[in-house]
């Protein structure tokens, strides 16, 4: 059974920075492209970042490109989410969602595990 666990959120003041962590078990990471979703009170799931199964590839919405970082380490079955320069605007659960060999999809349905979700609060 694939489990996915988040941890890291918090809450923080804006321009303050967050790793967020998500340790994959039941079968190895290598297996799964990853994607870190998050969604606010009131507003649709959205992706916030996607890596493909070895890296090599990447993607970022548009509101945190440049300010988030998205990493794995198969050895560890861990993918990491660096939030630098937070915003308010980026309170929301932040879940962390394994795509079984897959790229790293835009859409949440194109993913077939998820965790429990992270909170991550940034005040102003």
């Known amino acids: 059974q694939v489990q996915l666990v988040e941890s890291g959120g918090g809450l923080v003041q804006a321009g303050d920075s967050l790793r967020l962590s998500c340790v994959v078990s039941?079968?190895?990471?290598?297996?799964?492209?990853m994607g870190w979703f998050r969604q606010a009170p009131g507003k649709e799931r959205e992706l916030v970042s996607a890596?493909?199964?070895?890296?090599?590839?990447?993607r970022y919405s548009d509101t945190v490109e440049g300010r988030f970082t998205i990493s794995r380490n198969n050895a560890k079955n861990a993918v990491y989410l660096q939030m630098n320069s937070l915003e308010p605007e980026d309170t929301a659960v932040y879940y962390c969602?394994?795509?079984?060999?897959?790229?790293?999809?835009?859409?949440?349905?194109?993913?077939?595990?998820w965790g429990q979700g992270t909170q991550v609060t940034v005040s102003s």
């Open positions: 890596i493909g199964r070895n890296s090599g590839f990447t």
């Open positions: 969602a394994a795509e079984d060999n897959g790229y790293g999809a835009e859409v949440a349905w194109a993913y077939d595990y």
């Open positions: 039941g079968r190895p990471l290598s297996d799964f492209a």
